[in-house]
């Protein structure tokens, strides 16, 4: 108790993530052998892979509170976008291997329905992870990390996937034995789709993405500071779940390299004080004639 006391939110909830899906791997693999149930096999690797994203999460959130260094000036922020990136490429390839073994069981031909004991551990699932993600959610947006809201989409794609073996186990048993593999495949191919978004996500930050509309704000409050005649060249970079923003404003030729500069400063912190999660602002000034 406390080990996860002392660890910071962020840690704690990746932690908790891990053991559950481990667990729920272990659970999934041994009920769906013993049932002979396609389908939960297949949600045993789903979160086999989850595991693994969990780690990716856990790793790309700590490495991202590293302060500067000679080597990195802005910090390590993008560290969690990288992590969200690894863990939406882990989706898509579990989704892929998933969908086609459930193929290659369907080729083959299913002629015995899966035991009941394997809807029950779909159920526990479902519940499980819809607890994960609303846990999830909240800490990926109180912290603002890209990383566990990708853990928390996988969380609820995992429920929509556990209420689908569970109707499809469900429906095998009730005499069309070839809908477990059936809803197999189709779990593979919902895995796969959920992995778009934290690869978008994560694409668009690496690659200097700034949100729609940004950069108009920025113009509007530092054109709005007394002294500022214009603003232009506004750049913003995304550095993980925060930005900074580089601008050049004009103010009248004549003031005085103090005055120049207590304007600047100014737009700093109107920049920063108006618009979210910008957390530097670099000024540049320039002489109107």
């Known amino acids: 108790m406390t ?10 909830c990746n932690a908790i993530g891990v053991v559950a899906n481990f667990g729920l791997a272990v659970l999934k693999f041994t009920i769906g052998t013993y049932a002979m149930s396609e389908a939960l096999v297949a949600d045993g690797f789903n979160s086999s892979g989850d595991v693994i994203a969990t780690v990716v999460a856990f790793v790309g959130y700590r490495y991202a509170q590293e302060p500067p260094d000679d080597n990195h000036h802005y910090g390590h922020g993008n560290a969690d976008p990288v992590a969200a990136l690894m863990i939406g490429a882990i989706l898509l390839a579990t989704g892929i291997f998933i969908s086609l073994g459930a193929l290659r069981v369907l080729v083959e031909g299913v002629t015995e329905a899966p035991g009941t004991l394997a809807m029950w551990a779909a159920l526990a699932t ?9 846990y999830t959610t909240g800490v990926g947006r109180r912290l603002k990390s890209s990383a566990i809201l990708a853990s928390a989409r996988d969380h609820r794609a995992d429920v929509y996937i556990a209420v689908t073996v569970f109707a499809g186990i469900g429906a095998a048993r009730l005499g069309v034995p070839w809908l477990d593999p059936a809803v197999a495949f189709a779990v593979g191919g919902f895995i796969a789709y959920m992995a778009w978004e934290p690869i978008r996500d994560s694409l668009g930050v690496l690659m200097d993405e700034a949100p729609e509309g940004m950069r108009d704000r920025v113009h509007r409050v530092a054109r709005a500071v007394d002294g500022v005649r214009e603003a232009d060249h506004i750049r913003i970079h995304p550095i993980g779940a925060s930005f900074r923003v580089d601008l050049e404003i ?19 912190d109107q920049v920063k004080g108006a618009i979210e999660d910008i957390e530097d602002v670099q000024v540049h000034v320039n002489p109107t004639g």
Do not use: C, N
């Not at 500069?261 to 737009?267: F, G, L, P, R, S």
């Open 3 to 12: 080990i996860w006391l002392g660890m910071d939110e962020g840690t704690r």
């Open 250 to 268: 004009y103010v009248d030729g004549t003031i005085s390299v103090r005055r120049g500069h207590t304007i600047a400063e100014a737009v700093e």
């Open 126 to 134: 479902a519940l499980i992870k819809e607890g994960l993600f609303r």
